[in-house]
């Protein structure tokens, strides 16, 4: 398997922190842009029933638009956890996991075989 640390750890995994810094700026600055316009005119009763379903929604969008950038930077620790376990793995023990048995192969074949 050919698996290229260098631009693992140096390209892929820092682009993934770098999106989601991205992302929690843009919401960031769509939640400042919001807040800036102030509240919406709700001299009507529609309008104001249009808010309190609105509203929450939006904050909810947000909020979980935010957790998607979160989402990348656990992704980025990810591959930097899996790129050192990479570099420290015993491949000689790899090389002995092909030996064991496989139970399930082995019992999906007993019951074929009405044992």
Do not use: C
Not at 7 to 13: C, D, G, H, I, Y
Not at 23 to 33: E, G, K, Q, S, T
Not at 58 to 71: C, E, G, I, V, Y
């Amino acid at each position: 398997m050919a698996y290229d640390h260098d631009q693992l750890e140096n390209r892929v995994a820092p682009g993934f922190g770098m999106v989601g810094g991205d992302l929690h700026n843009a919401v960031r600055r769509a939640a400042d842009a919001l807040k800036a316009l102030g509240g919406l005119p709700s001299g009507e009763e529609t309008d104001q029933k249009f808010l309190r379903w609105f509203t929450p929604k939006r904050d909810q969008m947000l909020a979980l638009t935010d957790d998607l950038a979160d989402a990348y930077g656990d992704i980025k620790d990810g591959l930097l956890a899996m790129h050192r376990n990479v570099l420290v793995l015993d491949w000689g023990m790899a090389e002995d996991l092909k030996k064991l048995p496989d139970y399930l192969a082995d019992s999906q074949a007993a019951e074929r075989d009405g044992a």
